[in-house]
């Protein structure tokens, strides 16, 4: 749309023609001789008229010439579509575990009982979709580490791809190392105080080329906060043949490694038991790691002042023009 941000400017559209009303005229000179007509001037008759039309034509350049200049000054700009600033939030990474005992069915859901990586595409969803100003990025491990999203803005494309996410897609085992080595290669230009990775397990690390503790020291040093969730059931007594026999469908995660990751980068441990403590979990990290500002919007603004104003010169040229051809 076109707008004029400083439209009271028109009110000095008629100020050529209150000056002319209120200002005295020049007083005409004496002593103005007698002049007898000849026969030339009578013969310049039609010289006259079309000098006449010559000034009219004039007249008029100049008040159009005049209108330029006051739409010009009046500062007219096209306002373009709304468009979505990028804040400064947090550089923030989530880890992934794939790995084959992520399809361990002990987490309820809507009352129904599905597997971790269900559980965590819901609850982390919920979480991602909040995080307006933040860049976040995806990686998934289980034999080794891999990027399913870079850091971005676009926070619907990192809900897609984790959703798209498959048991066994990176493999059966757990190389958590890995998968804190590339976070942190990913977020190594990113500013130090805004490097966040969180990182979701059910198991130890069995897998990769890095130990995890090691990968929390260059971790550490470079800034990067982690935040461990650990996640399974708890020991649970199941009815058998024989008897109950006691369960412990989460024997393979290693609280202590994720601990100690989480305490050498200034971090903090979780422990998943079920979706209602994943709530509470990402409840207490929008906590810890708060969004900085909301959403801002802008309209871009196109000044057009040029045109006008190049106008007005063109005019007040042509204007110049039929004034020394009319004396």
């Known amino acids: 749309m076109y707008n004029f941000l400083w439209w009271w400017m028109f009110l000095l559209l008629p100020l050529p023609w209150l000056l002319r ?10 002593g103005v001789a007698l002049k007898i007509p000849f026969l030339e001037d009578f013969q310049q008759g039609n010289r006259l008229l079309a000098r006449s039309w010559h000034s009219l034509l004039a007249l008029i350049l100049g008040i159009l010439t005049w209108v330029m200049l006051i739409t010009a000054a009046a500062r007219p700009v096209w306002i373009g579509d709304t468009v979505a600033l990028p804040m400064a939030g947090r550089d923030l990474m989530m880890a992934v575990d794939l790995s084959g005992s992520m399809q361990e069915q002990d987490f309820i859901l809507n009352g129904e009982v599905v597997d971790r990586l269900d559980a965590v595409k819901a609850v982390a969803g919920e979480f991602i979709r909040k995080r307006t100003g933040d ?11 891999y990027l399913q999203t870079p850091l971005t803005f676009d926070r619907q494309t ?14 059966e085992r757990t190389a958590i190392g890995d998968a804190i080595g590339l976070s942190l290669k990913r977020l ?9 990775l969180i990182l979701m397990t059910d198991g130890a690390n069995t897998a990769g080329s890095v130990s995890p503790l090691e990968a929390a020291e260059m971790a550490a040093s470079a800034g990067l906060k982690i935040y461990t969730v650990g996640i399974g059931s708890e020991s649970d007594a199941m009815r058998s043949v024989f008897g109950f026999q006691l369960m412990n469908p989460n024997a393979d995660l290693d609280e202590t490694t994720l601990k100690a990751i989480a305490e050498k980068t200034g971090g903090v441990y979780f422990r998943a038991r079920d979706t209602e403590e994943f709530h509470k979990i990402y409840a207490e990290l929008d906590r ?6 909301e959403a801002e919007h802008w309209r871009p603004q196109q000044e057009l002042f040029r045109w006008p104003l190049l106008l007005a010169f063109v005019l007040a040229l042509l204007a110049a023009v039929l004034r020394i051809d009319s004396e």
């Open 21 to 30: 009303r209120w200002l005295k005229p020049a007083e005409l000179e004496a």
């Open 158 to 171: 990192v809900l897609q791809l984790l959703n798209e996410s498959a048991l066994g897609l990176a493999g």
């Open 188 to 196: 190594q230009d990113s500013p130090e105080k805004n490097r966040v």
């Open 135 to 145: 860049r976040i990025g995806l990686v998934l491990f289980g034999d080794q580490a």
């Open 288 to 293: 810890l790691e708060p969004v900085e500002k």
